[in-house]
């Protein structure tokens, strides 16, 4: 026995075969704009990703502050030291030549951090920026092939006026090979957010 053809022509069996592919047609554009909705949406307020969020771990010095180029003394050979920020990348600690604790620990993750770049360390050299005190030879045999520098002249006077003062003490500060003072990390924090931002630096920089 067969179904008896309606108005339409089609049989009851095939209006209902239209309508079930109907049905998944429907499905499937559905889908088709829900699902990236739904990934978007667990994405954004699930794991807090969104396009914009910051990968940094540093703080972004906007805009990044050209550094003059001055000469000062090697605080070891007393020998002046010209546009030391060229070339090359530059992690950057400004103080006093006591170096206190976090002085210390500050110059500690500057060594660490180069050395965690691996072949790219030559990339990246280390600056004490000595704004006072004594003890710069003491602290350059201490530090073997970081850069200290006498900066207590006036002639570095326009140079720190150049670096932030809040919170120096446990500041590290990142410059460009092109000498823009364009980053500043914060010492207490995970030491390995600093090796993330100057690997992801050097990843992306075609100079230094």
Not at 27 to 51: E, I, K, N, Q, R
Request: glycine fraction near 10%; charge should be neutral; include cysteine.
């Amino acid at each position: 026995m067969t179904d008896a053809p309606l108005e339409d022509g089609l049989s009851q069996r095939e209006r209902a075969e239209v309508r079930r592919r109907n049905l998944a047609t429907v499905g499937v554009l559905s889908a088709l704009f829900l699902v990236p909705l739904a990934s978007a949406f667990v994405l954004y307020y699930g794991v807090g990703w969104s396009p914009g969020t910051q990968v940094n771990h540093g703080e972004l010095i906007v805009p990044a502050r050209p550094l003059p180029a001055v000469s000062l003394p090697s605080a070891d050979t007393h020998r002046p030291v010209p546009n030391v920020f060229t070339k090359r990348w530059a992690l950057v600690y400004v103080g006093d030549g006591q170096c206190d604790r976090g002085c210390r620990f500050a110059l500690y993750l500057m060594g660490n951090a180069r050395l965690d770049l691996g072949h790219d360390a030559s990339r990246v050299e280390r600056v004490l920026l000595l704004t006072g005190g004594c003890c710069g030879e003491s602290l350059a045999k201490h530090y073997p092939g970081m850069i200290v520098l006498d900066a207590t002249g006036s002639t570095a006077a326009p140079l720190l006026a150049a670096f932030p003062h809040t919170d120096r003490g446990t500041s590290i500060f990142v410059v460009d090979p092109l000498g823009n003072l364009m980053m500043r990390y914060d010492s207490r924090r995970d030491p390995m957010g600093l090796v993330e931002d100057l690997q992801r630096l050097l990843r992306l920089s075609q100079i230094g």
